[in-house]
């Protein structure tokens, strides 16, 4: 249960730091990070951005594979009084150009060689001012109108206080999968994501001693969820980017996974892999969403995941 | 073939890359947002072909497409 009324997207890391600083909130590999030290990294960029001169309700967009920035550029973006863009790491030059443009984004969190991958079209992002690159930026080539920066510069910039923000000003855009023609922006606002979050937690009966494997891309709703549910209790999450199933089930064992959110066609390859016991041992839900589940897939599931 | 040339090789046909854009410390997995399940898939059935080898499912995993160095080790422990 919540002691504290959270109302904005980054105050669902902040509230935390203040309740339990040394819980563990996020892990990726071998490296992990507590509400605490989440919360400090978060303010510190959402300062930097300000420094930067992001205005409220300008767009930050982040385009890299799962990992610590990505979670903290999204809630730092947030917190800065911008929008935070999630874009799916899989999508290619030209998709990328297409959400760049679309919503106007001034600042991009890239890898150096991922923005080396959109040279051809960043100049044609007419808002585009700003690239923070988790690596170095002296190995890119000027590019006309944008001044790109490391990451470890833009935390170390001297920054500037956000401004305040109120729960129905915006806090992020997601873009629909573009099945049917381009992909289109979904405007949220802070007490969207918040609300989610708390009914999502509620009807999982999460708890602060849950951990939540992020199989889920973050550009989708229901994967940048995984973050907000489980923070709105404090339960911590291990990013992982689904590529082979039986990672997943080596992952539930390394980290003592409790629960899984993941869509049918996961799921339809997660129940043809044999789970060890040892998954068990700490397992305690699975979350079907997107569609309907496949009957055959349902009863594989329930026989072979060693659920309590 | 030496092995790294092979991953280059591998990489740049199945990424539809050039090979002057690879080399041991490109990373792969995270870096190239064409590479997905099915890239593995066609990775792994070219190793296969240029190798003569059949490659089980359970030797592979995502470390070995970590960077093109890494997939050339994983070609090099298949050479011998």
Redesign the interface.
Known sequence: MRVQRVRLLHELVYAMAQESPDAPALLHKQESLTFAQLASEVQRFSKSLCGLGLGANERVAIYLPKQFEVVIGVFGAAAAGGVAVPINPMLKAQQVSHILRDCNVRVLITSPSRAKQLLEILPNCHDLKFLVLTGAADELPQVTGLTALSWQVAMQAPGQKPPGRIDSDMAAILYTSGSTGLPKGVVLSHLNMVAAADSSSEFLRLSASDRLLAVLPLSFDYGLSQLTTAYYVGASVVLMDYLLPKEVVAAVVRYAVTGISAVPPIWNQLSVLDWPDEAGKSLRYIHHLGRAARRSTLDRLRSKLPLP | MQALDLAKKVIAVNLQLELDQLSAD??I??????F??LT?VGVIGSIEDELDCVIDDEE???EIFATVGDLAAFIQSRMR
């Open positions: 490109t990373e997995l995270g870096n190239f947002p064409q997905n399940s593995i592979i995993n995502t």
